[in-house]
């Protein structure tokens, strides 16, 4: 798919950042993409790569699949019940038993000291974790829920956060690359004004280069046709598992739509913000960023053309 | 898009056997009336947290702790409801 052609951003993609001069740069640089559909990783410095299978899924020692079964009947869908609706069945989590995620204890090597722990300090002062990971140098994607807060009914917690303290490659205690604090970010009108999940991702940019260390992932536009033949792969740092701990799964690509991905792969509160991506000829590149937690599948906003636009001038 | 329809708010409070404060515990929803955001909440020092309930409903929340045996509780949220809760986490 050529990209050689002037676009503009159009409504909730709309490019905002806490740093108001830094958004009239974003806005003016999605006007015109010059570049093709997939942008391409960085293994970084040193980056002792652990390889990929051939399915197009991590190569982890130890790591067994349950069931690959792709799913025969249409994921639970449903965003929104009557308000006085209040039973929606029992026990339905996030980690879709059975469990089948396995820790990564390898994280100061490629691929997953791409993989950032994240704690958010919101505008309350209330602190959160979740994760995120690298595009470029200096930038990381992440949920916009964690770059910014709506609606939480919460006095002093709404809007950009505060500060967060990125830990990339981290492994319970150990940080092989140390940590540091942003306090600059990036999001959508479609977040910021609206609330709307399908514009639900933001970035986090780092006051130095640190990505060139770490490398980062490749990201791109894909067919409907594609991402379903895909298999998506996330790791992150999910808050059910020994503090700091990054965890991986992978599960063939459930469904899509317009803006969103939807998969069976196992997730937990503290991995919003996760890459969903898949392998291709053993280069890695996020075809999502995880969000939501759900009965039967979990989703991610997908990376549309303007989602790309926009990551494209983020990571700039 | 979830349309926050009276938008609810579930507090708490995390303590010990011995009524002490567990801080930095994590507070995560497993489930709820709708898909929820994969982001956990930490207690403060004093053990306390605030999570946002978007919608009426059902939800279940988890709250995980090392060296304490983590807890489920399951919390039903109306339209504008503030609802505290106290979870006392067993070793």
Redesign the interface.
């Known amino acids: 798919m050529s990209q050689n052609k002037k676009s503009k951003p159009a409504g909730g993609h709309t490019p905002i950042s806490n740093k108001p001069e830094e958004s009239l740069r974003a806005a003016e640089a999605d006007f015109f993409v010059s570049k093709s559909v997939s942008e391409e990783p960085s293994e970084g410095k040193d980056p002792k790569t652990t390889p990929v299978k051939d399915k197009g899924i991590e190569d982890v020692p130890g790591h067994v699949k349950t069931s690959m079964k792709p799913m025969t009947t249409a994921p639970d869908t449903s965003?929104?019940?009557d308000?006085?609706?209040?039973?929606?069945g029992p026990?339905?989590?996030?980690?879709h038993l059975p469990d089948d995620r396995i820790q990564i204890t390898s994280t100061e090597v490629y691929p997953w000291r791409v993989h950032a722990s994240l704690l958010?300090t919101a505008a309350d002062n209330?602190?959160?974790?979740?994760t995120g990971w690298f595009i470029g140098p200096h930038t990381l994607m992440t949920?916009g829920?964690?770059v910014y807060i709506r609606?939480?009914?919460?006095p002093g917690?709404d809007g950009w956060v505060r500060s967060i303290l990125v830990m990339p490659g981290r492994n319970g205690n150990s940080l092989p690359y140390g940590s540091i604090t942003s306090n600059n970010f990036r999001s959508v009108t479609g977040w910021i004004d609206?609330?709307?999940?399908?514009y639900?991702y933001g970035a986090i940019i780092l006051p130095s280069d640190l990505g060139n260390t770490t490398g980062w992932f490749g990201f791109g536009v894909w067919s409907d046709s594609d991402l379903l033949s895909s298999i998506g792969n996330i790791s992150g740092y999910p808050?059910?598992k020994?503090?700091g701990t990054q965890w991986y799964d992978y599960h063939q690509i459930a469904s899509v739509d317009s803006r969103k991905v939807y998969y069976d792969i196992d997730?937990?509160?503290?991995?919003?913000g996760s890459a969903v991506y898949r392998i291709i000829n053993g280069n890695r590149y996020g075809i999502a960023i995880?969000?939501?937690?759900?009965?039967t599948t979990?989703?991610g906003t997908r990376i549309v053309t303007p989602v790309f636009n926009n990551m494209l001038a983020w990571k700039a | 898009m979830i349309t926050m329809h009276g938008t609810g708010v579930i507090s708490g409070v995390v303590k010990d056997n011995n009524g002490n404060p567990i801080s930095a515990a994590r507070v995560s929803y497993v489930s709820g009336p709708v898909p929820l955001p994969d982001i956990a909440a930490l207690t403060d020092n004093n053990g306390n947290f605030v999570v946002t309930a978007p919608v009426p409903g059902e939800y279940i929340i988890e709250i995980i702790s090392e060296r304490f045996i983590a807890q489920k509780v399951k919390v039903a949220i109306e339209s504008n409801q503030k609802k505290h809760i106290e979870i006392i986490l067993s070793r």
Do not use: C, M
């Not at chain 1, 609206?194 to 399908?198: A, I, K, L, S, T």
């Not at chain 1, 995880?290 to 009965?295: D, I, K, L, T, V």
């Open positions: 965003k929104l019940r308000i006085g609706e209040a039973s929606f026990f339905q989590e996030t980690v958010i209330s602190q959160w974790i979740g949920a829920h964690v609606n939480s009914g919460v917690r609206w609330g709307d999940w399908n639900d808050g059910d020994p503090s997730t937990y509160g503290g991995q919003s995880h969000a939501y937690g759900g009965a979990n989703s």
